[in-house]
């Protein structure tokens, strides 16, 4: 069964502080790896990997997928309060459906 | 920039009625799914849509569920006779191709429409 597994579950953090998020997946034909911001609603778009070893940037947000080992990091560097969110992480399958974790809960503290 | 957009926001309804969710989708994208989310648990993929058919579903969208593009623009989501399991915030969303084709083509999720079955 396809599954992918993100910790931690929760993770308190203070403002300025630097966060490592992980997402380990076991899904059959794997086509790309994506992460997702979910605020109060609809998840917002934020990467999405195909490749191994090419991190990808955003301001102050980066991630990298390791498609030998199965996972995926997502980085926060100099967290802020706006940063608080669930992240989740998600894998596309050849056929086009996303496969979710359970999602991060970050709560970053003034 | 263009959005999903979903209506109703909030929707509560007794069991065994009919609902009707409605999204619409991006107006140039092709390919067209609805997910849902159970309080607390994870966002699940109901069913995708292209070509005016379903293209896959999974387990949870039996019988009950059904999928409609019923003219250019909306997409829609019905449940026969709603349970109580069916509680979730329900989202639609869409893409212009299959996502994962081009890396500048993920999933466009709507802001969701919250299921209440009492």
């Known amino acids: 069964e396809d599954k992918v597994v993100q910790s931690p579950l929760s993770l308190v953090v203070h403002e300025g502080d630097t966060v490592t998020l992980n997402c380990s997946y076991e899904?059959?034909?794997?086509?790309?790896l994506l992460w997702y911001k979910q605020e109060k609603k609809a998840p917002t778009f934020l990467f999405m990997l195909?490749?191994?070893?090419i991190e990808k940037k955003s301001g102050r947000l980066s991630s990298i997928l390791d498609k030998k080992e199965l996972f995926s990091i997502l980085n926060i560097t100099a967290t802020q309060t706006g940063d608080s969110a669930v992240y989740l992480c998600a894998v596309e399958n050849q056929g086009g459906k996303l496969i979710f974790g359970q999602g991060t809960e970050l709560s970053v503290k003034p | 920039e263009p959005e999903v957009t979903q209506t109703p926001s909030h929707q509560v309804t007794q069991m065994g009625q009919e609902v009707i969710l409605r999204c619409v989708p991006i107006s140039n994208h092709l390919y067209f799914y609805w997910y849902r989310q159970i309080l607390g648990q994870k966002v699940e993929f109901l069913v995708s849509?292209?070509?005016?058919?379903?293209?896959?579903k999974s387990e949870i969208f039996d019988d009950q569920f059904s999928v409609e593009r019923p003219d250019g623009s909306n997409f829609t989501l019905k449940i026969r006779s709603t349970k109580l399991e069916d509680s979730a915030m329900y989202f639609c969303?869409?893409?212009?191709?299959?996502?994962?084709?081009?890396?500048?083509?993920?999933?466009?999720f709507g802001n969701g429409t919250r299921l209440t079955v009492t």
């Open positions: 849509f292209y070509n005016n058919e379903i293209s896959e």
């Open positions: 969303a869409s893409s212009i191709i299959r996502t994962g084709t081009a890396n500048n083509s993920p999933l466009h």
């Open positions: 195909t490749s191994s070893g």
């Open positions: 899904v059959t034909n794997f086509r790309s």
